[in-house]
């Protein structure tokens, strides 16, 4: 297995809460380390610029109204496997599905509030983590 990198969000229903301590510690208790980290209030484009993947869904809309809604914290996690791994210390989508012991079985509030996005593959982890950092902003 390499060493890979992750573009993770904690997302604004989580900061409203006051989860990043916690959510954090659920990567660094699986082996992810925060090589970077930055919290910040996207903007309605910058909400759309980095779902655009997503905008011929229903909830897109929906979504993008809820990514600006408040404070998020921007992170690269690297470690072994770190993109699969990410997504199975965040659980299925809807916290409904999620496994026990995930993030989202633990914090996430709906399917659109769900605290935590993880890249979901090499090719989109490259892209997400350009979004928001330089290659100067990450400390391995
Ligand atoms: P993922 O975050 O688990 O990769 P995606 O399918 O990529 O899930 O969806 C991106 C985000 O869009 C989800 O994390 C969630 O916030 C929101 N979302 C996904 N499906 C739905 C839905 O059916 N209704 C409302 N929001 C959704
Ligand atoms: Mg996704």
New binding site residues.
């Given amino acids: 297995m390499a060493v890979e990198q992750t573009l993770s969000i904690i ?1 604004p229903d989580a900061t409203r809460r006051n989860l990043t301590g916690k959510i954090n510690a659920r990567f660094e208790e699986s082996g992810l380390r925060i090589v970077a980290q930055r919290r910040l209030h996207l903007s309605r484009a910058q909400a759309e610029a980095f ?1 655009a993947v ?1 905008k011929e ?1 229903s ?1 897109f809309g ?2 993008c109204t ?1 990514m600006c809604s408040g404070p998020v914290v921007a992170q690269v996690l690297e470690g072994e496997n770190a993109i699969e791994r990410n997504r199975e210390v ?1 659980g ?2 809807n916290p409904a599905n999620a496994d026990e012991g995930t993030i989202r079985k633990d914090f996430a509030e709906s ?4 605290s935590v ?2 890249s ?1 593959s090499p090719e989109n982890a490259a892209i997400e983590i350009a979004f928001f950092f330089s290659a100067i902003d990450i400390v391995g």
């Fill in positions: 997302k779902y997503h869904r909830f929906d979504l809820f965040m299925a989508t399917i659109e509030a769900n996005h993880g979901d």
